[in-house]
């Protein structure tokens, strides 16, 4: 009987479910488990697209690993009763210091892609970004999403192209443009080479094979509307409606004249923030700064085109003493947890954006996934923010952390 009794007092078991999403998350206690939980779920073709670096990959890996480089120091005896991670971002109100990147292709990850984003990033009150390659279009996720919208750019040779679709975001409500800068050619990624991935994924007996071990993701895939270049169906002879490698892509299309005079060009057709994504030496972050820019992109592209690039974290102190307040400076890769927020706001930028955590969200649950990680970044920064005494952003400053 004593026996009976101290089991029943101990015993615990969870509730059965039978949402098979739900019990993935379940298991999920970390961007890491999100991440392993999509190699899982996906092709590996398409997880080494979402995972994969340039060349030898020393830059992807460096560009999260430098973070544990610094080390807080905690302030103890502090009201932190009431945690306020609230911030403006270029006069708009965001629920915390986070932007999400944008990412190009997102429905090889599942087949809402974009619009699951838009509308998670929506809820959670943080900005959200759509690539010009992306697989939903301005309008569709402005039909879905109320949030703060950004419109990414590359400049491509045909730039008639590229003023019809920031006049198309405009249109839409959008209210930032991102000009990506780091794209004169594309990075080396090997892991694309090896597979011979292009987008979207061709059909051969390679990637019949994958699918096959992967029946969930090939469901989804084949069932739903093809996957193209979204914004440019039907304007352009690469819109995604037939397979192309990226290289192949940006090789014929992309501008490798792009330059800083080209500013002005876009300052013709677009009055909102401009930021620059890709800017990667404090000479540039002058440079910009000097030529109006509102917004400082610090970004090695996730490690995806030149290796042995520096990491976004280390810059933003050089940045910042450099260049002051006149910018907005956002720090754009490595971020993997609340803690990391905490460290980049302490060093001197403004925000963090990201993109492979809420890619890996979305591969591994769809939507719910990336609520999940948005919920978890959330929790970790007000986590940090407690432990290190702070009870709101204004009070995180550079004597908070230090170099190990």
């Keep these: 009987m004593g026996m009976w009794t101290t089991f029943r007092s101990v015993a615990s078991f969870d509730t059965l479910t039978l949402d098979p999403v739900e019990r993935r998350l379940k298991r999920v206690a970390s961007v890491e488990d999100l991440r392993r939980l999509a190699k899982r779920r996906l092709p590996a073709g398409v997880f080494d697209y979402i995972d994969g670096g340039a060349e030898d990959e020393r830059t992807l890996a460096g560009t999260s690993s430098r973070f544990s480089d610094l080390e807080f120091r905690p302030r103890v005896l502090r009201d932190v009763s009431e945690i306020d991670t609230s911030t403006e971002i270029f006069g708009r109100p965001a629920s915390m210091p986070v932007i999400f990147s944008p990412t190009g292709f997102t429905r090889i990850a599942h087949s809402d892609g974009e619009l699951a984003v838009a509308r998670a990033a929506a809820r959670a009150g943080i900005p959200w970004s759509l690539s010009t390659m992306g697989t939903r279009s301005i309008e569709e996720v402005a039909d879905v999403s109320d949030g703060d919208k950004w419109f ?206 809420y890619y890996y969200a979305l591969g591994a649950a769809g939507e719910r996934g990336v609520d999940w990680m948005i919920d978890f970044l959330r929790e970790g920064l007000e986590r940090t923010m407690a432990l290190t005494g702070c009870s709101s952003l204004d009070e995180i400053d550079r004597d908070l952390v230090r170099w190990r």
């Design 152 to 357: 990414q750019i590359y400049t491509w040779r045909d730039r008639g192209l590229v003023e019809e679709l920031v006049g198309r975001a405009k249109a839409a409500g959008y209210t930032t443009v991102w000009l990506t800068v780091d794209t004169a050619v594309l990075g080396r990624r090997e892991r694309d080479v090896r597979r011979g991935m292009t987008l979207p994924p061709k059909l051969g007996p390679r990637t019949l094979v994958d699918g096959a071990v992967h029946p969930a993701w090939t469901w989804d895939f084949l069932t739903h509307e093809p996957i193209t270049f979204a914004n440019v169906v039907g304007r352009h002879e690469q819109d995604g409606s037939s397979a192309v490698s990226l290289a192949e892509h940006v090789a014929s299309q992309f501008d490798q004249a792009l330059s800083w005079d080209d500013l002005d060009w876009l300052r013709s057709f677009w009055d909102g923030p401009i930021v620059l994504k890709g800017i990667q030496t404090v000479e540039d972050a002058k440079q910009a700064v000097a030529l109006g820019v509102e917004g400082i992109g610090i970004s090695n592209h996730g490690g995806r085109q030149l290796d042995d690039a520096p990491t976004p974290v280390s810059l933003i102190e050089p940045i910042k003493d450099e260049v002051g307040d006149p910018a907005t400076i956002i720090c754009d890769g490595g971020v993997r947890r609340g803690s990391d927020i905490v460290k980049a706001v302490a060093l001197g930028a403004d925000a963090v954006a990201m993109a492979r955590p």
